[in-house]
């Protein structure tokens, strides 16, 4: 009986260990940051831009956000922030930085979504550390959604607290009649760059032509050149890229690359279609990557040229430029609040009242005299009977010196406070993170002992 009892005993304490153990084991959720104020300027080139402002498709818009909070509003490690933008404006890659304070230390990591248009910052424990005066600084590209701003006109909407307008000229279908070439950096990885090049959009006859294509400094070649002829649309006057990307291609060629004398590829030369003596009636379309291969500036611009000739035309040449987007950040905060403390010397008055003592005597005297004449037969007695009792009560006599107002002083305590008034008070930092990591860590800790220690009576007792 005993045996069981102590089993019974040895479950119960192994689901008390498990209860403890896990019940706190619990990290509290992050929070998204909802409440502050942010003051935007968007400029092109550095100008502000208004309604007067020409923007053209894909032409980039810087946008700078001006974030302060309340002293009220909590922030701590992994708690988020995130800037939507306006359905007219569009990210182009995605780009992951750190917002850092002036003393080098990371505030937050900042990551922009082209597929949700959104930027989000998720924060460290600085701003818990450091809480007073937090502010913050984001500046990222954009550019006009072509998905969503379609046609070339005056376009308007509101991000942050301002209202802006811009007049947009949509040029996607402007591929040129002989050549058209552009670049943009890949959404997901901004070290790519995606070029696209369109020869003969007109279909025209080119008799076999050469493509020359030369990368400029700072990118090689990845992947393969794919370069597809495809053949002429009957009934269409200009070959656009919505045309091509709907039609099947009629031919894909080899390229022939060229390099340095590190084995980088720095660029391509079509020649193919010169010596099989083909006439190019249709548009030519060609499409490659290429990768940043060290660290640029901001604003850093990547080239490529494109030069082609044939035997009935004389060599043309374009250059286009990517300039790759890039985002920054930075942030701070105060540690301290500045506070004024008045100290006043402290006074205190004693008034001495001195009045004359007062000295009462009663005197209480009481004589009474009885007299009484009795007489009997012949004898006459007389009585007289008297009281001499007196009572004299006098009042205890206390003297006391009259004190001269003159020489008498108020006592004066005079309290001074020796302690420098300090401009700044400092905020104690809490060696505890917010979340409660470490509460539910411990508390888990604990858990386990005591499920170890119940294991092991339990253990102890069946053997």
């Known amino acids: 009986m005993k045996r069981k009892i102590v089993n019974v005993l040895s479950i119960a304490v192994l689901i008390v260990s498990l209860f403890v153990g896990f019940k706190n084991v619990v990290t509290a959720k992050a929070a998204e940051v ?3 104020t942010n003051t935007t300027a968007i400029t092109v080139g550095g100008t502000p831009i208004s309604a007067g402002t020409s923007v053209t498709n894909g032409q980039t818009l810087t946008v700078t956000n001006n974030i302060t909070f309340p002293d ?3 922030i701590n490690a992994g708690d988020t922030l995130t800037l939507k933008l306006p359905s007219e404006l569009a990210l182009q890659t995605t780009l992951t930085f750190d917002v850092n304070n002036s003393e080098g230390i990371k505030v937050g990591t900042a990551v922009t979504s082209p597929s949700k248009g959104t930027v989000t910052v998720t924060f460290t424990d600085q701003f818990s550390k450091v809480p007073q005066n937090k502010r913050m600084q984001l500046q990222f590209s954009t550019t006009i959604n072509t998905a969503t701003v379609t046609e070339s006109g005056p376009v308007s909407f509101t991000y942050g607290n301002e209202s802006y307008t811009v007049t947009y000229n949509a040029t996607s279908g402007d591929v040129g009649f002989y050549e058209y070439k552009y670049g943009y950096q890949d959404k997901a990885d901004p070290s790519l760059i995606r070029w696209k090049v369109i020869i003969n959009a007109g279909q025209d006859i080119l008799k076999s ?4 294509d030369t990368f400029g ?5 990845v992947g393969n050149v794919r ?3 495809y053949a002429k649309m009957s009934g269409v006057t200009l070959v656009t890229e919505a045309d091509i990307a709907k ?8 390229v022939n690359l060229t390099t340095d004398a590190s084995g980088a590829t720095t660029g391509f030369t079509i020649t193919d279609m010169q010596r099989r003596g083909i006439w190019l009636d249709g548009a030519l379309y060609i ?3 290429t990768k940043v291969t060290k660290d640029s500036p901001k604003g850093t611009a990547f080239t490529n040229s494109l030069s082609w000739s044939a035997s009935n035309f004389a060599e043309r040449s374009i250059t286009k430029s990517v300039v790759i987007e890039t985002a920054s950040g930075s942030a701070d905060s105060d540690n301290t609040t500045t506070t004024t403390t008045t100290t006043e010397a402290p006074t205190t008055s004693t008034t001495t009242t001195t009045e004359a003592p007062t000295t009462s005597t009663t005197t209480t005297e009481a004589s009474t005299t ?3 004449a009795t007489t009997t037969g012949s004898t006459t007695t007389v009585t007289t009977t008297e009281d001499p009792t007196t009572t004299t009560t006098e009042a205890s006599t206390t003297t006391t010196k009259p004190v001269d107002p003159a020489t008498t002083k108020a006592s004066t305590t005079t309290t001074v406070n020796t302690t420098k008034p300090s401009a700044k008070t400092t905020v104690k930092k809490s060696s505890l993170p917010s979340t409660g990591e470490q509460t539910g860590l411990w508390t888990g800790l604990l858990g386990v002992i005591l499920m170890g220690s119940g294991l092991f009576f339990y253990r102890s007792r069946k053997n």
């Open 287 to 289: 499409e490659y990557t």
């Open 370 to 372: 009885s007299t009484t």
């Open 72 to 74: 009220s509003q909590t």
């Open 227 to 229: 370069a597809a002829r």
């Open 209 to 212: 032509p050469i493509i020359t």
């Open 34 to 36: 909802t409440n502050y």
């Open 247 to 254: 039609a099947s291609a009629a031919d894909v060629y080899p």
């Open 217 to 221: 400094e700072g990118h090689t070649l």
